[in-house]
């Protein structure tokens, strides 16, 4: 299903993606789309938050085994890629006690509303696709969660992902099951491996995303990717 975006009005093109079955591929990640996703995402963000419960938002509990399971340092720095509001991430905030958290995210919108949560050291705009604007060895954890799916980002961001972490370090990041193959993750992150850049730390179960929205049967895996 392909919307057309002029006709709808601003909360209305937030409800075509929340409430209708969309494909998602035809918002892919082209230039031209990718500015309309963003755009979503802007009006979208002040009732993020408030939707997510009521869509069955279901990554925040695999999210923090996959902490636990890890053995990550309550210390530890860590990079929020496609942090949004910084929803999920908060449960890692006042659950679990981590602190020191830095986000991106390329929708200013939701960068204003992860700014009101305060457990941000530091916040900013960047696009994924591009180079990360960190230094090498940077970062203990690189989370990314709710971003590798369909219509948002292929594997591109790995190699940036892996840069950016320190030696021992963990990428812990949620992909679509139904694009793991189809968008190049199979084939990135076995190469990774085979060039003894990555070690597979642990995946989950696939789980549904959003169990309560009417495209709540894509289903994703988290997975914990160290750093050799």
């Not at 009005?9 to 035809?26: F, G, M, N, P, T």
């Not at 408030?50 to 340092?73: R, T, V």
């Not at 990079?79 to 986000?103: E, I, K, Q, R, W």
């Not at 961001?157 to 993750?185: A, Q, Y």
């Amino acid at each position: 299903m392909k919307i057309n975006f002029e006709n709808l009005q601003a909360w209305e093109r937030i409800k075509a993606v929340l409430l209708s079955e969309i494909d998602w591929a035809h918002i892919g990640y082209s230039e031209s789309n990718n500015k309309k996703l963003r755009e979503l995402y802007d009006i979208w963000a002040t009732k993020y938050d408030e939707e997510m419960p009521q869509i069955g938002y279901n990554y925040k509990g695999y999210l923090k085994e996959s902490f636990a399971k890890s053995g990550i340092q309550k210390d530890a720095k860590i990079l929020d890629a496609a942090c949004g509001t910084g929803y999920p991430t908060l449960s890692l905030h006042n659950d679990m006690g981590y602190t020191n958290f830095h986000g991106l995210d390329y929708s200013p919108g939701l960068i204003e509303e992860a700014k009101k949560k305060n457990i941000y050291k530091s916040l900013a705009v960047a696009n994924l696709i591009d180079t990360i604007k960190f230094e090498t060895n940077t970062f203990d954890v690189v989370m990314c969660i709710g971003f590798l799916v369909s219509g948002h980002m292929g594997s591109e961001p790995l190699d940036e992902f892996i840069r950016v972490l320190k030696p021992g370090g963990h990428l812990i990041c949620s992909i679509g099951v139904n694009i793991f193959d189809t968008d190049g993750f199979d084939k990135k992150i076995q190469q990774l491996q085979d060039d003894n850049i990555i070690q597979i730390d642990h995946v989950s179960e696939p789980f549904v995303v959003v169990p309560k929205a009417n495209f709540g049967s894509a289903k994703s895996q988290l997975w914990s990717i160290k750093k050799v």
